[in-house]
T-cell receptor
Framework: GAVVSQHPSWVICKSGTSVKIECRSL??????MFWYRQFPKQSLMLMATSNEGSKATYEQGVEKDKFLINHASLTLSTLTVTSAHPEDSSFYIC????????????FGPGTRLLVL | AQTVTQSQPEMSVQEAETVTLSCTYDTSESDYYLFWYKQPPSRQMILVIRQEAYKQQNATENRFSVNFQKAAKSFSLKISDSQLGDAAMYFCAYRSGVDAGGTSYGKLTFGQGTILTVHP
C-alpha cells in the first residue's frame, strides 16, 4: 500500500509551548491531506482538510488559530499545536489521498502528544 | 449528512474461525465508496478493503470479504480463518463519490469501531 510517514511519533512538551507534527507521503503525491485526533478506544475525529497550496478547511469546533495546518508541497503537510495545554494531549493522525488512489485515504502511523 | 453505525462495540472469535463485523450507513447519495480499516495496538490505520457503490460484486481481499447490500445500506466485513494478527479495532468508513470543485476532497465518515479479539 501507499506509504505515509509522520514525525515525531512521540512528543512530550511543557504547557504553553508549540509543537509541530509533520506528515509526508513517501511514494505518491498527496493532493489532499487530512488531520485527525483520536482518544483511546474511540473513533477518529476529523480536525481539518488541506489541499496543496490552499488554506486548510477546519471542522466545526476546531480552533484554527490553535491548530495551524500548512500543506506547502504535494508531499508534506504540517500541524502545529500552538500554546499547547494538557487538554491538547491526544493521538494525532494524518492521512493523504492523491496520485496513488484519489478515492482512498492512506494513513500515517500517528503522533502521541503529551502536554505537561 | 451521512452517518455510519457499527452496532458491535466488541466481538471475539477463535483462531481459524470466521467472524462477521456489521456496518450500516445512511446516505441519500448514489455514488460513494465504503471502506474497512483496521487499527491494531500500534494504532496504525491499515486499509483492509474497499467497495465502490456502483459495483454489484462484493470486494474480496484474501481472507477478507464484504457483504455489500446497497438497498439495505449494509456493509459487513467477513474475516475467514481468523489469525491472532487480526486482533484490532475495525472501522467502517464512508466516502462520497462527489468531489467539490473536481479536486480529491472527500472526507471519510467513520463508524464508532469494533474491537475484535482473537482467542488462540
Amino acid at each position: 500500500g501507499a506509504v505515509v510517514s509522520q514525525h515525531p511519533s512521540w512528543v512530550i512538551c511543557k504547557s504553553g509551548t508549540s509543537v509541530k507534527i509533520e506528515c509526508r507521503s513517501l511514494d505518491f503525491q498527496a493532493t489532499t491531506m487530512f488531520w485527525y485526533r483520536q482518544f483511546p478506544k474511540q473513533s477518529l475525529m476529523l480536525m481539518a482538510t488541506s489541499n496543496e497550496g490552499s488554506k486548510a478547511t477546519y471542522e466545526q469546533g476546531v480552533e484554527k488559530d490553535k491548530f495551524l495546518i500548512n500543506h506547502a508541497s504535494l508531499t508534506l503537510s504540517t500541524l502545529t499545536v500552538t500554546s499547547a495545554h494538557p487538554e491538547d494531549s491526544s493521538f494525532y493522525i494524518c492521512s493523504a489521498a492523491g496520485t496513488r488512489d484519489v478515492w482512498t485515504q492512506y494513513f500515517g502511523p500517528g503522533t502521541r502528544l503529551l502536554v505537561l | 449528512a451521512q452517518t455510519v453505525t457499527q452496532s458491535q462495540p466488541e466481538m471475539s472469535v477463535q483462531e481459524a474461525e470466521t467472524v462477521t463485523l456489521s456496518c450500516t450507513y445512511d446516505t441519500s447519495e448514489s455514488d460513494y465508496y465504503l471502506f474497512w480499516y483496521k487499527q491494531p495496538p500500534s494504532r496504525q490505520m491499515i486499509l483492509v478493503i474497499r467497495q465502490e457503490a456502483y459495483k454489484q460484486q462484493n470486494a474480496t481481499e484474501n481472507r477478507f470479504s464484504v457483504n455489500f447490500q446497497k438497498a439495505a445500506k449494509s456493509f459487513s466485513l467477513k474475516i475467514s480463518d481468523s489469525q491472532l494478527g487480526d486482533a484490532a479495532m475495525y472501522f467502517c468508513a464512508y466516502r462520497s463519490g462527489v468531489d467539490a470543485g473536481g479536486t480529491s476532497y472527500g472526507k471519510l465518515t467513520f463508524g464508532q469501531g469494533t474491537i475484535l479479539t482473537v482467542h488462540p
